[in-house]
């Protein structure tokens, strides 16, 4: 008994060496355990305070949707003034290419009303409005011509002169006044041969009522 005695308490001692080194063990697990919640905690409440941080305020969002409502209702703003512009033009282009169709075509009327006077006149008398007796030829038709043809250019380049230094548009009409200060003579050359000069707009080149008496065309 006695012998067995030593060895009963070394046992008991061993088994109680091994139970408390087994719960040691589980101890320092679980406090491994418990620190590794705890950081996950830890990381977890973090995004949580960097979300909330970088959540935007109500009323910055608004005004973002604001700005955005703003600038698309511009760009469709512009877009339409664009389309506005464009039309315009156009009309502005076409109102002008009428102009200057009736423009011409007064001036075409005027010619053809001027020359219908001549012809009756003519019928009449026997003698054109300012010109030769019926059946009598000038001396020298080119030169009757010639000389129209410079009377024109005269008169075209006080039109061209006077919108310069008047600062007119093309369109614009000017009297016959208006251009006496840029002629030889301040006055209004007339057509050797009896014709009558349609000064017309800055744009077109003047013309002679007489058929055959006319500058060039444009090039």
């Known amino acids: 008994m006695k012998t067995a005695l030593p060895w009963l308490v ?22 491994t355990k418990l620190q ?12 949580v305070v960097s979300l909330k941080t970088n959540v935007v305020p109500p009323d910055e969002l608004a005004r973002l949707r604001k700005d955005s409502d703003d600038a698309l209702r511009l760009r469709n703003e512009v877009r339409q003034l664009r389309e506005t ?6 009309q502005a282009q076409s109102a002008q290419a009428a102009v200057q169709q009736a423009q011409q075509q007064a001036a ?21 409005v300012g010109g030769v007796p019926v059946g009598t030829a000038p001396a020298n038709p080119q030169q009757v011509i010639d000389a129209c043809i410079n009377n024109l250019r005269q008169i075209d380049g006080a039109k061209q002169q006077w919108a310069l230094e008047n600062k007119k548009t093309a369109e614009a009409l000017p009297g016959r006044q ?22 017309g707009p800055v744009n077109i080149t003047p013309t002679c009522s007489i058929p055959g008496h006319g500058l060039p065309p444009l090039q």
């Open 10 to 31: 070394a046992v008991i001692g061993l088994a109680a060496a091994a139970y408390f080194f087994n719960a040691n063990k589980t101890s320092t697990a679980q406090v």
């Open 36 to 47: 590794a919640d705890v950081q996950e905690m830890q990381t977890l409440r973090a995004e």
């Open 85 to 90: 512009k464009t039309t315009l033009t156009q």
């Open 108 to 128: 075409n009327a005027q010619a053809e009303a001027v020359a219908a006077n001549q012809r009756a006149a003519t019928a009449t008398t026997g003698t054109p």
């Open 178 to 199: 208006d251009l006496l200060p840029y002629l030889q003579g301040q006055r209004l050359p007339q057509c050797p041969g009896g014709g009558r000069y349609i000064v």
